[in-house]
Each structure stands twice: as C-alpha cells, then as structure tokens.
C-alpha cells in the first residue's frame, strides 16, 4: 500500500509540475498535495512538518502570483471590468485550442474585451499585450515556485 502512495504522490507532483504551464490544471496546488502525502506517508518522519510548512506558504503565494501578476498588468495598463473578463474567457478558450492558443488567446480575449468596453483598438491592444505579459510573468514566477517546492522536497528526501 505504500508504494502505491509513493506512486500517488510522484504522479500528483509530476502532474502538478505540467499543469503549471497549463491553465486547466491547478499546477501549484498539485505539487503541494503531492509533498502533504508523502509527508504524510512518512509520518512526517523523512519530509517534517517544516518542509510542508514552507510548501504551503510558497503553493499559497504560487496561487496568488498567478492571478496578481495578470490583473496588475492589466490594470496598470487601463483595462476596464470586460478587458479583465476577456482575458479570462480567452484562457480557458486557449485551454482547447492547443499551444498556439494557450499562449495567444489571453492577449486576444483581452483586447476584445477592452474593444467592446472602448471601441478603440490602439487601447484595446495596449491593454490586451499588457494582459498577455501579464500571464507570461505569473507563469514564469508559477514555474520557479514549483520548481523550489520539488526541489525542496528532494532535499528532503536525501537529507
């Protein structure tokens, strides 16, 4: 039975790795649940309590980072209430469309949004590459994060 746990867990924490770069899949809060089971198979014994402490407090700021870093650049940028809903509904459109859409359909979403709000375009892409940058910086601060956490679950491991 331990075994299949320790399988549960590498499998929640791989998983959790890809779904940081994918939209659909709670990447962070995978990777944490992956090192709280391990934990939790070791009785806290090889990975303490302190090592899933500090995974918590960073999966909670990995969570935080992935909505702030989008909605300050788009508010900085001047987006309205709907430039903000188009960027949402352009990243769970991108979730179907495959890469080129998991990257492109934000910025898209975005100016649309912000077009309908203004009916200026040069706003509306200002606002909608302000919103895509956005996400590009949250999904690279996302990625450290994990990475962090796995690799602070290594160490922890060997150590």
Request: charged share 5%.
């Given at each position: 039975m331990t075994t299949a746990l320790w399988?549960?867990?590498v499998l929640m924490i791989v998983v959790g790795v890809a779904g940081t770069v994918l939209p659909a899949l709670p990447g962070v809060i995978f990777v944490f649940g992956?090192?709280?089971?391990?934990?939790?198979?070791?009785?806290?014994?090889?990975?303490?309590?302190?090592?899933?402490?500090?995974a918590a407090v960073l999966a909670a700021i990995g969570f935080?980072?992935?909505?702030?870093?989008?909605?300050?650049?788009?508010?900085?940028?001047?987006?309205?209430?709907?430039?903000?809903?188009?960027?949402?509904?352009?990243?769970v459109v991108g979730v179907f469309t495959g890469l080129i859409g998991l990257?492109?359909?934000?910025?898209?979403?975005?100016?649309?949004?912000?077009f309908i709000a203004h009916r200026d375009a040069l706003r509306a892409g200002?606002?909608?590459?302000?919103t895509w940058v956005g996400l590009l910086v949250g999904a690279v601060l996302k990625l450290a994060i994990v990475f962090t956490m796995v690799g602070i679950f290594i160490a922890a491991l060997i150590i």
């Open positions: 399988i549960v867990a992956g090192i709280l089971l391990a934990a939790w198979i070791g009785d806290f014994t090889v990975i303490s309590g302190w090592t899933v402490g500090l935080a980072v992935d909505y702030v870093a989008q909605l300050v650049s788009a508010q900085r940028a001047g987006a309205t209430p709907l430039g903000i809903a188009g960027a949402a509904v352009g990243t990257l492109f359909m934000p910025l898209i979403g975005a100016a649309v949004g912000e200002k606002v909608g590459v302000a």
